[in-house]
């Protein structure tokens, strides 16, 4: 019985060439990414006609529109052009999409429905969006994704493992083209963790290297992404930060990136026992960002160091439930 | 690469509580549905398969800060039977990991806060905790995923899991489905007019819908090195071969000529090295609804057109109901279950099957005939994945 980590296999020559950032303060990685500037209340931020066309969008859900949004800004980053229909091609483009809160306003706003009126009061046209796959599905049926269209839904850590999970399903030979990401909508005032709301999303184009070298375009990054579990019965005891510094190490090991070996380190963080274990591992040295109530503030981290990347950074994140997700963003230069 | 093999499980539904009442249940081939036990729904048809009220789990009421719904409590149930079945003992905990496929999570607990005395905390409670919720349970420091892809979600999980194997980036996985009962769920597909006023009945010419099930299916997925090193007791199949596909064509619609759902049945048997003559039992997605059970009998009669006679179809949900994101979990137990003991079990006798379904439903028990079991699911957005499951040893 083996006791250590071992690498794992994401495909080592994928990397991310696009990256698409929607969000109320910025639409730019990095800006998008940075602590400053973020309303507390974003007011009427998002036109869909004007992000995506005048006609067909109305009825979907808002972080439906978000992440549809996203994805065309990185698409459209990654330079990409796809001549007419192409069906072996289209069976080769794989989808993960990342939430935990995009279904949880209109959820409510349902179930007040039913109980005070019925279910006949409700909308037939939202109907549907009870089942939370449906907030990524659309993006499916635009751009003829036909290898898979994944959903997840792992606190806090659901972008992040959209990576992961896309990367593994590559290398296991079910698509060569990826697009991952996540998207989130503010929970409903007074619901717990409303102050702590995220909207908005990001989309990430992750295909192999050689690919974007053929196009010419420049493409970002790496981005290889192990997610974890630490039960917070774990955390909560002295051992915890040891335990997850352990972890930490092993997956950054696997990886390449030994002790002593120069690194950034984002950390976003809530105020759980698990995530104070995770502060303690890794140290001062670590950027602290406050966790949103959702899988976006990851992603949005990875994408504002991916656009301006120079050298390694790894990402944390944990969830008060225990999920934890490392993700080491190395520079193209790296990649062979 | 490494086999992944399946060497425990552990299932609750409305057959009840463990793999004998499941089996007890199948072979039986009775069930009816009742109404939903929530004095707040108010819809036209609030039916379900619910699990007995006598088997449904009182605890565990939290782990730390996470409150356990009816969904994580049916689904760490579920999972302590397999791994008892399994006979686990110590395994490192960063090698276990745990997927688990959920189309609504613990969105019943999030209802019962809205229609009660609202949440016990302060803090923010992701409704998708079902996975978090049996990884604190076990201990599992691995890969722990919620996959919630609707109606296809635990076979897309188990499909992750089986990833973790093979990838050598975890020696076993807890993995499985598990739904619970969801005021919206029921009132939206009551408002899409999609619920059968009578009971599920797939592939019946008199067909109106689906009606929901409630329930968790748990596999312990091990790799074969790792099964055979602790001389696992039991083996009772190999997860061989996956097959997923998106049609990209529609919200809640099938596409109607079936060519994703007949690339993924494809794939996965020319994985698991099936040939059609060799497919002895196929446990289908088959909800009830009029266009899903059409198009996917046409394509098994094009996909399995090798056999000499037609593959024996085995209808689950006009037993368990359509059990959403627990549906696949809960039809490779039963796939899994169908190999160990060699017989397929009696199907529900439809009142008249339709003939647009040109499919096998044999109502007597029969020998297995075939070495490999195929199970299909599929899910809102056009999301396919079909699963095989062979015959297997330690």
């Known amino acids: 019985m083996s006791t250590s980590s071992p690498a794992p296999s994401t495909g080592d020559d994928l990397v991310i060439s696009g990256i698409g950032v929607v969000t109320p303060w910025a639409d730019t990685p990095v800006a998008a990414a940075a602590a400053t500037g973020r309303p507390a209340e974003p007011g009427d931020w998002f036109d869909h006609r004007e992000r995506l066309g005048r006609r067909g969008y109305k009825y979907l859900p808002t972080a439906t529109q978000y992440f549809l949004a996203a994805a065309k800004h990185a698409l459209a980053d990654a330079g990409e052009t796809r001549p007419g229909s192409d069906p072996e091609d289209e069976q080769r483009r794989g989808a993960v999409v990342g939430t935990n809160s995009a279904a949880v306003a209109l959820h409510e706003s349902m179930d007040h429905t039913v109980m005070a009126e019925g279910a006949n009061a409700l909308s037939p046209a939202t109907a549907p969006y009870f089942s939370i796959n449906l907030f990524g599905s659309r993006l499916a049926t635009e751009h003829s994704f036909r290898a898979f269209n994944l959903t997840l839904t792992s606190p806090r850590v659901a972008g992040l493992e959209a990576l992961e999970t896309g990367a593994r399903s590559i290398a296991a030979g079910r698509a060569s083209w990826l697009l991952a990401g996540a998207t989130e909508e503010a929970l409903p005032a007074g619901h717990p963790g409303a102050a702590a709301s995220e909207r908005g999303a990001v989309a990430l184009v992750m295909e192999p290297v050689a690919k974007v070298r053929e196009r010419g375009t420049a493409g970002y990054g790496r981005c290889r992404v192990r997610s974890l579990f630490l039960p917070p019965e774990v955390a909560a005891t002295p051992e915890g930060p040891d335990r997850v510094r352990e972890r930490i190490a092993a997956v950054l090991a696997g990886q390449g990136i030994g002790p002593g070996q120069e690194h950034r380190v984002i950390a976003v963080l809530d105020d759980s026992p698990v995530s104070a274990a995770v502060a303690v591992a890794v140290g001062p040295r670590a950027d602290l960002v406050t966790a949103g109530a959702g899988a976006l503030e990851p992603l949005l981290q990875v994408a504002g160091a991916l656009a301006g990347l120079s050298g390694p950074v790894v990402v944390v994140t944990a969830a008060r439930e225990g999920n934890l997700a490392v993700a080491l963003l190395t520079p193209l230069d790296d990649v062979v | ?394």
């Open chain 2, 1 to 394: 690469m490494d086999d992944v093999l399946i060497t425990g499980m552990g299932v609750i539904s409305h057959l009840g509580n463990g793999v004998d009442a499941f089996w007890q249940g199948l072979s039986a081939a009775r069930s009816s549905p009742s109404k939903a036990a929530d004095p707040f729904a108010r819809m036209d048809l609030p039916l379900m398969y619910e699990v007995p009220e006598a088997d449904v789990p009182a605890g565990p009421e939290r782990y730390g800060d996470l409150v356990l719904g009816r969904g994580s409590r049916l689904a760490v149930e579920a999972a302590r039977q397999a791994v008892a079945d399994a006979s686990l003992a110590y395994v490192a905990p960063d090698r276990v990991a745990v997927v688990i496929g959920t189309g609504m999570g613990d969105s019943g607990l999030h209802e019962e806060w809205r229609s009660g005395d609202g949440p016990p905390g302060d803090h923010w409670s992701p409704t998708f905790s079902i996975a978090s919720a049996v990884g604190a349970w076990f201990g599992a420091e691995g890969t722990n995923s919620s996959v919630s892809n609707a109606c296809a979600a635990s076979g897309f999980g188990l499909s992750m899991a089986a990833d973790l194997i093979r990838t050598g980036e975890a020696d076993v996985v807890i993995a499985g489905g598990a739904e619970a009962y969801s005021r919206v769920a029921l009132g939206c597909f009551n408002r899409l007019g999609a619920i059968d006023p009578e009971r599920c009945r797939p592939f019946d010419l008199h067909r109106k819908g689906t009606l929901f099930g409630e329930g968790a299916g748990m596999m312990i997925l091990e790799s074969a090195s790792h099964a055979r090193a602790r001389r696992a007791p039991q083996v009772y199949a190999k997860l061989s071969g996956i097959g997923w596909s998106c049609d990209a064509f529609h919200t809640t619609a099938p596409e109607p000529t079936g060519g994703q759902i007949s690339r993924a049945m494809r794939e996965a048997l020319a994985e698991a090295g099936a040939g059609s003559d060799r497919v002895g039992c196929v446990i289908p997605h088959g909800t009830g609804t009029q266009l899903n059970d059409t198009v996917e009998s046409q394509v098994l009669g094009e996909v399995l057109d090798g056999r000499r006679d037609q593959a024996p179809v085995y209808s689950l949900k006009a037993l368990l109901g359509h059990t959403g994101g627990a549906a696949a979990a809960l039809a490779a137990v039963a796939a899994a279950q169908i190999l160990h003991r060699g017989t397929v079990p009696p199907n529900i006798a439809p009142d008249e099957q339709d003939p647009a379904c040109k499919i096998h439903l044999p109502t007597e028990a029969a020998p297995l005939d075939g070495e490999f079991v195929l199970v299909n699911a599929y899910a809102f957005g056009g999301n396919n994945v079909s699963l095989v499951l062979e015959e297997a040893t330690v």
